[in-house]
């Protein structure tokens, strides 16, 4: 699995020098990173703060715990069913 290069916090710090006004070129070129990556970055965390960005984290990672549980119960409630349709 690839690791992230950059945190939430460095990725919203570099958003920010692109919306003070310095050339996307310019902050490719001292991040190391594609105009792709900048503007992938743009559509993710557009004008978000830190604190609004951690906020989202959790909610993607409570959401995904949650699909999880959903997914059991799904599997667990059709084995049920199978099991109470066969005839003795």
């Known amino acids: ?3 992230k290069r950059y945190s ?14 310095m050339a996307v070129k310019d902050l490719c070129r001292k991040h190391g990173v594609s105009d ?9 965390y557009g004008s978000m703060t830190v604190s609004e960005a951690q906020r989202l984290k959790e909610l993607e990672d409570e959401n995904r715990r949650l699909k999880k549980l959903v997914a059991d119960y799904a599997l667990d409630i059709q084995m049920l069913k199978e099991i109470n349709s066969k005839k003795w």
């Open 8 to 21: 939430t916090e460095q990725i919203i710090s570099i958003l920010q020098e692109a919306d003070s006004g």
């Open 1 to 3: 699995m690839k690791t």
């Open 36 to 44: 792709a990556t900048i503007y992938n970055w743009k559509s993710k």
